[in-house]
């Protein structure tokens, strides 16, 4: 929900952690804005979720704004950047938030958190248009990668195999949920010339090759640390897990997101059974 996603990125906020950046803002703008959040915070759990319910709170932000007017810091760039947040995700004023926004470019332009926020959405860009484009009946753009023992991995190794890219973590319930549909069609179909190539995003490579050798899930995984940054879902613009793509033996798409006997059928038809 909307009002879930703002409430955890207030809470990055109550932690010091900005959205973008790794590092805390310093100044008496961040310390302020951290208790207004908290206020804000406060009141959707309370169930309050329009304007008028968070009437004060709104008007504290112009108040804040308005104690810090002519600081083009971070930290105040922040402010505006919550407010626009709290429009978007709780009010659903997505024109209000845009105009926010837009004018936060504007007024902060050539600070850090503007360049951050110009990137994300530059990277969020990117991700819809690869994702756009990972259409049935479309060729599955290669990589040529190394696996978590060191071996090569690209879809061109398996040319005349049917692929399955699994996009998945061992923290995501829904991915854990879909193994055994998974492992079971792989052992039904890998002698026939059924392949799975596993995109971890892990961030704990032990845990992770624990987990596939407790699973028996003998296929390769790629896996570089880096969780919601792994290369490879940021290449492919993975915005939620489990993901999947089958492919036919020229790697073109021929199926996505199959669950169950979906999945099943969609490989045995593909091997030609």
């Known amino acids: ?3 879930k996603l703002f409430l955890a990125v207030a809470t990055a906020v109550l932690l010091s952690s900005n959205p973008f950046t ?22 959707l759990a309370d169930g309050k979720k329009n304007k008028n319910d968070v009437a004060d709170d709104l008007k504290q932000f112009d108040v804040l704004l308005a104690e810090h007017q002519g600081e083009k810091t971070d930290a105040v760039a922040n402010i505006v950047y919550m407010k626009a947040m709290l429009y978007d995700q709780v009010f659903h004023d997505q024109a209000k938030a845009s105009e926010l926004v837009k004018q936060l470019k504007i007024d902060f332009q050539g600070t850090e958190f503007v360049a951050a926020l110009e990137k994300r959405e530059a990277a969020q860009m990117a991700a819809q248009k690869m994702q756009a484009a990972l259409t049935v009946g479309a060729k599955f753009p290669d990589f040529n990668e190394k696996d978590v023992a060191g071996k090569p991995l690209s879809i061109a190794s398996y040319k005349g195999k049917v692929v ?29 010339g059924f392949e799975i190539i596993g995109v971890s995003l ?72």
């Open 1 to 3: 929900m909307k009002t």
């Open 22 to 43: 790794p590092s805390a803002f310093a100044g008496d703008a961040t310390t302020e804005l951290k208790a207004m959040v908290e206020k804000i915070r406060a009141d």
């Open 164 to 192: 399955l890219v699994d996009f998945w973590a061992t923290w995501c319930g829904p991915c854990r949920a879909e193994l055994p549909n998974v492992i079971a069609t792989y052992k039904k179909y890998h002698d026939q």
């Open 202 to 273: 892990d961030q704990d490579q032990a845990k992770l090759t624990g987990f596939t050798k407790s699973m028996n899930m003998t296929w390769p995984q790629f896996f570089d640390g880096q969780g919601w940054q792994n290369k490879l879902a940021v290449n492919y613009g993975i915005e939620s897990i489990p993901a999947t793509y089958l492919l036919d033996g020229n790697g073109k798409i021929i199926g996505r997101d199959l669950r169950g006997d979906e999945l099943t059928q969609a490989v045995a038809k593909a091997l030609g059974e």
